[in-house]
């Protein structure tokens, strides 16, 4: 049973630029969650999906979009890339009538020069 | 919303002793809690979690308490090893709602 993966691992792109990184969740899990991690802090919530609808935002700017597919995987975009956008994204699955349990991908490293 | 402090920011140990990290959060809705570890370079693993009917939970050498009047929660390490040495983060929870989480905590275990 494969838990929850996450592509690319890493990832380098320029200021301005767009980029779309996947989650697919752990077998059985329809609800993702997305979390950006910046070097020696922890995570903060971006959004969360479920029903391929955005359920849930924090307090991240509209360049941060998502979406949810009926295998109920999910990608995150970020538009318009800043310095600061630089992080460790993960993404996190869990069941909706079990959501006590959730579980993080491995992320991807992106890194804006 | 939701507002979780995590205290001490790094905690430095003897092998063998004990390790306690706290955490104080501000929504008194809020009813999970877990804590994650994270080792350099890794996703953070959920290695112990207490719900708000609960006071205390522990699981071989690690437990968590929880003070609800306090709005306080600990997780205690015992006869610590030098694996154990990572980041642990505290979080907190309300229902459904995404996961606040506390500005960790690095733990070194010293041979």
């Known amino acids: 049973d494969a838990g929850v993966t996450q592509s690319p691992t890493h990832l380098i792109k320029t200021r301005g630029q767009q980029v779309t990184l996947r989650c697919s969740p752990k077998?059985?899990?329809?609800?993702v969650s997305w979390y950006q991690q910046a070097l020696g802090q922890g995570p903060q919530f971006i959004f969360q999906?479920?029903?391929?609808?955005?359920?849930q935002r924090g307090n991240f700017p509209d360049r941060f979009s998502g979406h949810q597919f009926p295998n109920y995987s999910s990608e995150l975009n970020v538009n318009a890339l800043l310095l600061g956008d630089s992080a460790l994204y993960l993404c996190?699955?869990?069941?909706?009538?079990?959501?006590?349990?959730?579980?993080f991908g491995p992320g991807t490293r992106l890194t804006v020069t | 919303g939701e507002n979780v402090e995590q205290h001490p920011s790094t905690l430095s140990v003897q092998e063998g002793d004990s390790a306690v990290i706290k955490c104080t959060y501000s929504?008194?809705?809020?009813?999970?809690f877990p804590w994650y570890k994270q080792e350099l370079g890794k996703r953070p693993q959920l290695i112990i979690d207490?719900?708000?009917?609960?006071g205390e939970k522990k699981d071989q050498r690690i437990a968590v308490t929880l003070n609800k009047t306090a709005k306080h929660f600990s997780l205690h390490i015992t006869e610590t090893q030098p694996e154990d040495s990572a980041v642990y983060f505290c979080?907190?929870?309300?229902?459904?709602?995404?996961?606040?989480f506390g500005s960790g905590t690095r733990l070194q275990v010293q041979p």
């Open positions: 996190a699955s869990s069941q909706d009538f079990r959501p006590y349990e959730q579980y």
């Open positions: 077998s059985g899990h329809d609800t």
């Open positions: 999906y479920y029903e391929e609808e955005e359920r």
């Open positions: 929504d008194s809705a809020s009813n999970y």
């Open positions: 207490i719900r708000s009917n609960v």
């Open positions: 979080a907190a929870r309300t229902g459904r709602r995404a996961l606040t």
